[in-house]
């Protein structure tokens, strides 16, 4: 049900099992509109089994060998953060300006699951879970039952939101809070009550603590407050609590600027393709080649036949694709900034999109046919990840095991390439040798050449191993001796 709301009047426009009704209750006989195409789904199943099928799905791929992989670099920043003192993470927050994700962080901290990859990862897993039965109630206000159910399958598959509900960042909550702001403005520009506005500013708001680039998901929302014209002071009073409660940390960003994101290089049209758009579609042209169609099949449709239905798909479209746009314009213009888990917001919208096509499909066999080829799509991507080589991260968990087998009392370690954090998480309950270059023997971990950080000659190579994306190396002072470079006396071999 979509609700057309302007000052002093209230339009109300839905789908009923009996077809749309006048506010006295009669049906409108109107030429049928773009949500009441054929369901494809039996409207005598339940509607909390539609929700819960695609849920479960979500939570089998989601949890399913979330331990298997070592934490990344990311993710041991991210254990560092969660797992040091208070003391510290505060430290790290307004020194270094690290607070980009201050609200997922303190919500990591209070899970209480630290202890493995597993449980680090554990609550983003929980929020993608938790985001299937918003994209189908999504699904469900602008395009029916079957829209929702078909989105919130898609959405269970897709491969990125998989990848990233098994990485102990911030972008799992950053899903979940995006699709509980469209939501949540969904039901507010159809309600009367004041209550929902306020919901819908707290949420844009609280958005800014768990990713900065949350504040991109305003753009299909001022688009869709465009054309169903809500009650002007209701969105005054959800844009200025939203103000409110993200002013300290839109001072903190203009504060810190760029920090921590001076490695990224500016986009260029090939990168722009294979690092962002194939990863966002779950590392399928075939899901990009559906997405394709499903805008230009639904765009004609709107245009030609039911131009009452412009501000859902204008909604879906302008999600879909506005955020990645403003973001490759400012990396093009200003500074470079995107990267492909930063756009992770826009991919329900690109769920919904296809949950819609397909449910709107007029013949009921080609409909079923289209939502289970892209099923299947989903599912052959999904098959990769589980199956092999291709989706592996770098193997620190193991580097760091190899280090703490063959410590010596007096050995020395460099962590490079920024290995420290995760390095550290995997050596807190283990002997490890002392940061720094002065010991009898030196290890030096880093993600490329493991080399000493001081003069060559100083040290020679004893024995390296290379593991995915991590070397190892030992060095040992050129001058045989029994004492270290820091003159500490070295055990005999």
Same mark, same amino acid.
């Given at each position: 049900?979509v609700?057309? !709301?302007?000052?002093?009047?209230?339009?109300?426009?839905?789908?009923?099992?009996?077809?749309p009704?006048?506010?006295?209750g009669?049906a409108?006989?109107?030429?049928?509109?773009?949500?009441?195409?054929?369901?494809?789904i039996?409207?005598?199943?339940?509607?909390w089994?539609?929700?819960?099928?695609p849920?479960?799905v979500?939570?089998?791929? &989601?949890?399913?060998?979330?331990?298997? @992989?070592?934490?990344?670099?990311d993710?041991g920043?991210?254990?560092?953060?969660?797992?040091?003192?208070?003391?510290?993470?505060w430290?790290?927050?307004?020194?270094?300006?690290?607070?980009?994700?201050?609200?997922?962080?303190?919500?990591?901290?209070?899970?209480?699951f630290?202890?493995?990859?597993a449980g680090?990862?554990?609550?983003?897993?929980?929020?993608?879970? !938790?985001?299937?039965p918003?994209?189908?109630?999504?699904?469900?206000?602008?395009? *029916?039952?079957?829209a929702?159910?078909?989105?919130a399958?898609?959405?269970?598959?897709?491969?990125?939101?998989?990848?990233?509900?098994?990485?102990a960042?911030?972008? *799992?909550?950053?899903?979940?809070?995006?699709?509980?702001?469209?939501?949540?403005?969904? @039901?507010?520009?159809?309600?009367a009550e004041p209550?929902?506005w306020?919901?819908?500013?707290?949420?844009?708001?609280?958005?800014?603590?768990?990713?900065?680039?949350a504040?991109?998901?305003?753009?299909?929302?001022?688009?869709w407050i465009?054309?169903?014209?809500?009650?002007?002071?209701?969105?005054?009073?959800?844009?200025?609590?939203?103000?409110?409660?993200?002013?300290?940390?839109?001072?903190?960003?203009a504060? /810190?600027? &760029? &920090?921590?994101?001076a490695?990224?290089?500016?986009?260029?049209?090939?990168?722009?393709?294979?690092?962002?758009l194939?990863?966002?579609?779950?590392?399928? /042209?075939?899901?990009?080649?559906a997405?394709v169609?499903?805008?230009?099949?639904?765009?004609?449709?709107?245009?030609l036949?039911?131009?009452?239905?412009?501000?859902?798909?204008?909604?879906?479209?302008?999600?879909?694709?506005a955020?990645?746009l403003?973001?490759?314009?400012?990396?093009?213009?200003v500074h470079p900034?995107?990267?492909?888990r930063?756009?992770?917001?826009?991919?329900?919208?690109?769920?919904?999109?296809?949950g819609? !096509?397909?449910?709107?499909?007029?013949?009921?066999?080609?409909s079923?046919?289209?939502?289970?080829?892209?099923?299947a799509?989903?599912?052959?991507s999904?098959?990769?990840y589980?199956?092999g080589g291709?989706?592996?991260k770098?193997e620190?968990?193991e580097?760091?095991?190899?280090?703490?087998?063959?410590?010596?009392?007096?050995d020395?370690?460099?962590?490079?390439?920024?290995?420290?954090p995760a390095?550290?998480?995997y050596?807190? &309950?283990?002997?490890?040798?002392?940061?720094?270059?002065? *010991?009898?023997?030196l290890?030096?971990?880093?993600?490329?050449?493991?080399?000493?950080p001081?003069?060559?000659?100083?040290?020679?190579?004893?024995?390296r191993?290379?593991?995915y994306?991590? !070397?190892?190396?030992?060095?040992?002072?050129?001058?045989?001796?029994?004492?270290?470079l820091?003159?500490?006396?070295?055990?005999?071999?």
């Amino acid at each position: 049900m979509v609700t057309v !709301a302007g000052p002093g009047y209230s339009i109300e426009q839905g789908r009923s099992e009996g077809g749309p009704k006048r506010p006295g209750g009669s049906a409108l006989t109107s030429r049928p509109s773009l949500s009441a195409g054929m369901t494809g789904i039996s409207s005598r199943i339940p509607t909390w089994l539609l929700v819960a099928v695609p849920t479960a799905v979500a939570a089998l791929v &989601n949890f399913l060998w979330i331990g298997r @992989r070592s934490l990344w670099m990311d993710e041991g920043f991210t254990a560092q953060m969660v797992t040091g003192s208070w003391t510290e993470f505060w430290r790290q927050i307004f020194t270094f300006g690290d607070g980009n994700m201050v609200g997922y962080y303190l919500l990591l901290r209070l899970w209480p699951f630290h202890e493995d990859e597993a449980g680090l990862r554990s609550l983003s897993a929980v929020c993608m879970v !938790a985001s299937v039965p918003l994209v189908f109630w999504i699904g469900r206000q602008l395009g *029916g039952r079957a829209a929702g159910w078909w989105a919130a399958s898609f959405f269970a598959l897709w491969l990125t939101i998989v990848l990233y509900g098994q990485e102990a960042r911030s972008y *799992g909550l950053l899903v979940l809070i995006t699709l509980a702001a469209i939501a949540v403005l969904l @039901r507010a520009t159809r309600a009367a009550e004041p209550r929902w506005w306020i919901a819908y500013g707290l949420l844009l708001g609280l958005g800014m603590y768990v990713q900065m680039f949350a504040a991109l998901m305003v753009l299909p929302h001022i688009v869709w407050i465009a054309l169903r014209r809500p009650p002007k002071r209701r969105v005054a009073l959800a844009a200025g609590l939203a103000a409110l409660v993200a002013a300290p940390m839109l001072v903190y960003i203009a504060h /810190y600027g &760029n &920090n921590g994101i001076a490695w990224i290089s500016r986009p260029t049209l090939g990168s722009l393709w294979s690092d962002v758009l194939v990863p966002l579609s779950g590392y399928s /042209y075939y899901v990009l080649v559906a997405l394709v169609l499903a805008v230009a099949g639904l765009g004609a449709v709107v245009v030609l036949r039911q131009r009452a239905e412009l501000p859902t798909f204008v909604l879906l479209v302008t999600w879909a694709f506005a955020p990645l746009l403003v973001v490759l314009g400012y990396s093009l213009l200003v500074h470079p900034v995107l990267v492909v888990r930063y756009m992770i917001e826009i991919v329900p919208a690109w769920a919904l999109l296809l949950g819609v !096509a397909v449910a709107k499909i007029p013949a009921r066999v080609a409909s079923v046919v289209a939502g289970v080829v892209v099923l299947a799509i989903c599912a052959r991507s999904m098959q990769r990840y589980y199956s092999g080589g291709e989706f592996l991260k770098a193997e620190i968990r193991e580097a760091a095991a190899l280090v703490a087998s063959q410590t010596r009392p007096g050995d020395a370690v460099v962590e490079l390439s920024g290995l420290q954090p995760a390095l550290d998480y995997y050596w807190r &309950n283990v002997q490890r040798p002392t940061a720094g270059t002065g *010991g009898c023997r030196l290890w030096v971990v880093a993600s490329d050449d493991p080399t000493p950080p001081e003069s060559a000659a100083a040290w020679h190579l004893v024995w390296r191993q290379n593991l995915y994306q991590v !070397a190892v190396a030992l060095y040992a002072p050129v001058s045989e001796n029994a004492t270290g470079l820091d003159g500490a006396q070295c055990p005999a071999k």
